[in-house]
C-alpha cells in the first residue's frame, strides 16, 4: 500500500485546513487508516483514525471536537478536517495504514500496528 498525504500549510490561529491521504490499494491490505503527527523535537502522536468497512472512529482528546476525520471509499482517500487549529497543532502530519484488526481500539493510538505510512505533510499554525 502506497500512501500520499497532501493539504498541508500554513494558516493562522483559529484557521482550518483539510489534508487528505490517497491510498494506492485497500481492499484486502488496509482495515484502518490513522493520522499522527510529529513536531519538532518530539515523538510521533496518534491524531484520529478510522476503519474503512465500519464506523469505528477515534480521536486524540487533543483534538477532539475541532478535527473530523472522514473517507470515501470510492476514492481510497481519508480526511481530517482540522478546524480551530492552534499554534500546538504545527507539526508534520502523517497518514498510515494497517490491516490489522482489533477489538480494542486503543491499539491504533500508537504507531506500532501501522504498517504503511506516508510521506508526510507539513502543517503551521502561526499565533
Known amino acids: 500500500v502506497q500512501l500520499q498525504a497532501s493539504g498541508g500549510g500554513l494558516v493562522q490561529t483559529g484557521g482550518s485546513l483539510r489534508l487528505s491521504c490517497v491510498a494506492s490499494e485497500r481492499t484486502f491490505r488496509s482495515y484502518v487508516m490513522g493520522w499522527f503527527r510529529q513536531a519538532p523535537g518530539k515523538e510521533r502522536e496518534f491524531v484520529a483514525a478510522?476503519?474503512?468497512?465500519?464506523?469505528?472512529?477515534y480521536y486524540a482528546d487533543s483534538v477532539k471536537g475541532r478535527f473530523t476525520i472522514s473517507r470515501d471509499n470510492a476514492k481510497n482517500t481519508v480526511y481530517v478536517q482540522m478546524d480551530s487549529l492552534k499554534p500546538e497543532d504545527t507539526a508534520v502530519y502523517y497518514c498510515?495504514?494497517?490491516?490489522?484488526?482489533?477489538?480494542?481500539?486503543?491499539?491504533?493510538?500508537?504507531?506500532?500496528?501501522?504498517?504503511?505510512w506516508g510521506q508526510g505533510t507539513l502543517v503551521t499554525v502561526s499565533s
Open positions: 498510515a495504514s494497517t490491516p490489522k484488526k482489533y477489538v480494542s481500539g486503543s491499539f491504533y493510538y500508537t504507531p506500532r500496528p501501522y504498517d504503511y
Open positions: 478510522i476503519s474503512w468497512s465500519d464506523n469505528r472512529i
